[in-house]
């Protein structure tokens, strides 16, 4: 087993540099590098205090067995929500997508429907346009989309996306989870 590639693997997905890991374990930057490239070996305590920073358990660790995870889903998978009295239906592509990084969904609208309105965040959103038109506000600025085309903002005000269609509209968002 590759422990030191194992620990650089674990600190990336936790989004830390080796200063951030070493800070956190009272260990040097220096250690750290030396560690995932397999010139060092840490002591127990060091090594426990690593584990626990990145949130894994010993046993966990050095469990062989490849966790797959889930790449591909299916309609079976989704969520719908409909909310009546905004005339909008969301559709989750992914379970769980809440939690990561990234939340794809589709977003129907009926005629005269407007999805929620969003406080400020850092959230990047992106749609396409699969069907209608659509109107979207970020604070007092109003933008406008047709079948086809791509939407982009960074949501640093209060932003809402209305249908702009005399029927139905439908497009494919993608947010990122970053909050204020």
Same mark, same amino acid.
């Given at each position: 087993? #590759?422990?030191?590639?194992?620990?650089?693997?674990?600190?990336? &997905?936790?989004? @830390? *540099?080796?200063?951030? @890991?070493?800070?956190?374990? #009272?260990?040097?930057? +220096?250690?750290?590098? &030396?560690?995932?490239?397999?010139?060092?070996?840490?002591?127990?305590?060091? %090594?426990?205090?690593?584990?626990? !920073?990145?949130?894994?358990?010993?046993?966990? %660790?050095?469990?062989?067995?490849?966790? #797959? &995870?889930? !790449?591909?889903?299916?309609?079976?998978?989704? *969520?719908?929500?409909? #909310?009546?009295?905004?005339?909008?239906? !969301?559709?989750?592509?992914?379970?769980?997508?809440?939690?990561?990084?990234?939340?794809?969904?589709? @977003?129907?609208?009926?005629?005269?429907?407007?999805?929620?309105? %969003?406080?400020?965040?850092?959230?990047? *959103?992106? +749609?396409?346009?699969?069907? +209608?038109?659509?109107?979207?506000?970020? +604070?007092?600025?109003?933008?406008?989309?047709?079948?086809?085309?791509?939407?982009?903002?960074?949501?640093?005000?209060?932003?809402?996306?209305?249908?702009?269609?005399?029927? &139905?509209?439908?497009?494919?968002?993608?947010? *990122?989870?970053?909050? @204020?």
């Amino acid at each position: 087993m #590759d422990i030191g590639s194992k620990i650089k693997n674990l600190r990336i &997905q936790k989004n @830390l *540099t080796q200063e951030e @890991l070493g800070e956190r374990t #009272d260990l040097t930057k +220096g250690y750290i590098s &030396q560690l995932e490239r397999n010139l060092s070996s840490p002591s127990m305590d060091s %090594f426990f205090n690593i584990l626990e !920073v990145l949130g894994t358990t010993p046993r966990d %660790f050095f469990n062989e067995e490849a966790k #797959d &995870q889930k !790449v591909v889903y299916d309609e079976s998978d989704r *969520t719908i929500y409909f #909310d009546e009295e905004k005339q909008y239906q !969301v559709e989750w592509l992914v379970p769980d997508s809440n939690e990561n990084e990234m939340e794809p969904i589709f @977003l129907t609208m009926e005629k005269a429907g407007e999805f929620k309105e %969003f406080a400020p965040s850092l959230s990047d *959103t992106f +749609g396409y346009v699969l069907e +209608g038109e659509v109107c979207v506000e970020i +604070g007092l600025r109003r933008y406008f989309a047709k079948e086809g085309e791509t939407i982009y903002y960074r949501a640093t005000d209060s932003h809402q996306i209305k249908n702009n269609h005399s029927g &139905q509209s439908r497009l494919l968002i993608v947010a *990122t989870d970053s909050y @204020l």
